[in-house]
């Protein structure tokens, strides 16, 4: 692991993690004062972003987190997931959501964390589920945002889903890249399009960090410069499997430490209808739902009603035996 110190306020640290394979995870650190030998498991925090964003997802709760939680050592590490944000592309073209979990392993290897907790937005939620019940002793608390496990296909739909992968996949060599001149017309773009509604501001806070430069040649020969998207095209476009509610059932049901789930009113509405179906596969941990009023992206909308929440349960577990090392 190597890092780098971010001098603008709140402090953090650039990491990198390098795996055998080749690839090469960017990450943010944050980090509390204090003495490492008393950092609880309940502490240390590997967070997961959400499908096509970056570790800035958490760049107004990390810290919040860090300030509600001390005065004892507090530390989040937040990913940018392969193909995503400034990590490396994979070579071998699998996104699949589970290399997600098994890279996040070797990050908490290399980091010396036996025990920790995880918290994950959208997709990061969905890595952080599948986690928790993959590495089932070393998982503390597990935090869910806008999302309560891995979206699924029915079986019979999954030659269907392949078929549109392979077309998809087919048709991207032809597929040009989006050109902005400046950041803010990328930062623009974002907050009138995407999947999910996202603010201004928040897309200040989430864009640039997905941003690389390249350069255009106009019909005057004129070479121009400006910005594209860092993630990996592979990612736009279907991916080559889909899980069933099965094997989704496999993993949330040997979940064992205590789990939140914080839904945004405005966010996913097909997460209501998985609560329902998936609380009776968490009979063997207690679970916690939160619902509040905001987008999907309401922990970075509205980082402080979020970090109330997600503090509050976190210091309320503190009496579990499992929060303690």
Known sequence: MTTTINKTPPLFQECTFEFP???????????????????????????????????????????????????????????????????????????????????????ANQLGWDEHAVIGHSMGGAVASLYSGLF???????????????????????????????????????????FHPTIESAVLARNKSGTYELN?????????RGLRPIERTDADGTIVQGWTWSTDQLLTITSAQSLSEE????????????????????????????????????????????????????HVEDAPMVAGHVCGWILGQDDAPVARL
Not at 200 to 208: A, G, M, N, R, Y
Not at 272 to 297: A, E, F
């Open 21 to 107: 394979n080749g690839i090469v995870l960017a990450a943010k650190h944050w980090k509390t004062d204090g003495p490492s030998s008393q950092t609880r498991d309940t502490r240390r925090f590997l967070a997961f972003h959400g499908f096509l964003d970056n570790a800035s997802t958490f760049d107004l709760l990390a810290p919040l987190m860090l300030h509600q939680l001390g005065p004892e050592q507090v530390e989040i590490v937040a990913l940018d997931f392969a193909g995503h944000g400034k990590s490396t592309h994979r070579q071998t073209e699998d996104y699949s959501v589970w290399r997600y979990a098994e890279d996040a392993l070797h990050v």
């Open 136 to 178: 089932v002793s070393r998982v503390t608390l597990c935090i869910l945002l806008d999302n309560f496990g891995p979206f699924t296909r029915p079986i019979e739909d999954q030659p269907d889903h392949l078929l549109e992968h392979i077309q998809q996949k087919k048709d991207l060599p032809n597929k040009q890249l989006p």
């Open 200 to 208: 201004l501001p928040s897309s200040w806070i989430l864009v640039p």
């Open 247 to 298: 094997y989704v059932q496999s993993f949330m049901t040997r979940i064992r430490c205590p789990l939140l789930a914080v839904l945004a009113s405005k966010g996913i509405q097909t997460i209501r209808y998985m609560v329902d179906k998936r609380l009776p596969w968490l009979s063997q941990t207690k679970v916690t739902i939160r619902d509040v009023d905001g987008n999907h992206h309401v």
